[in-house]
């Protein structure tokens, strides 16, 4: 299997200067019944008065590698045990307004158990963090209602290609691992 690359850039924001990179872990998560989940987001910051929908994931901590970080965060965003099962890809991405390049490495990764989220005090109070189950289709649509803020433009061009990746490796069963 082949992983995705790529590069994309922001064209919401105008570009100043960029002075940190953001190593990230994100994953397509799944379950036996063929749905996916996703975190939803509400904020009200720089970046607007938006609702936005994306995958669980967020920053690789020091003396942490790619895998530990996806499971870590998926444990604390959903609250949820996986079985890491291949590495989809990495997007290049950049936010403009935060001065950010993010390294985005996304994995497809399989539910194995539910527990309790671990939400930290802003993803609670700033980003009203919240879990989304849907359907392959109906997460393509919902990623398109929230493409209407510039933010959400920037997340559907980072994810749609992810997720329409990984539902090809989930149909041809690719599932050999590149970590």
């Known amino acids: 299997m082949d992983l995705l ?7 919401k924001w105008p570009l100043e200067y960029i002075d940190h990179d953001r190593n990230i872990a994100r994953a397509i ?11 939803k987001a509400e ?4 970046f607007g008065n938006v609702t936005t929908i994306e995958t669980s ?23 949820v045990q996986v079985e890491v099962k291949c590495k989809i890809g990495v997007v290049s991405d950049y936010y403009n307004l935060i001065h950010r390049h993010n390294i985005n ?17 802003a ?25 209407t803020s510039k933010l959400g433009t920037l997340i559907i061009n980072r ?3 992810i997720l329409i990746k990984a539902k090809e490796i989930l149909e041809k069963k690719e599932f050999q691992s590149n970590n």
């Open 5 to 11: 690359y790529l590069e994309l850039k922001d064209d």
């Open 29 to 39: 998560v799944y379950d036996d019944n063929d749905f996916f989940y996703f975190v």
């Open 43 to 46: 904020r009200d910051d720089d």
């Open 57 to 79: 994931g967020g920053g690789v901590e020091a003396g942490e590698n790619e895998v530990d970080a996806i499971k870590r965060e998926l444990s604390e965003e959903l609250g």
């Open 105 to 121: 490495n996304y994995f497809l990764c399989k539910i194995t158990s539910f527990g309790k989220k671990n939400l930290t005090q």
């Open 123 to 147: 993803e609670m109070e700033s980003f009203h963090l919240s879990t989304l189950k849907l359907t392959y289709d109906e997460a393509i649509l919902k990623y398109k209602e929230c493409s």
């Open 159 to 161: 994810e749609l290609p």
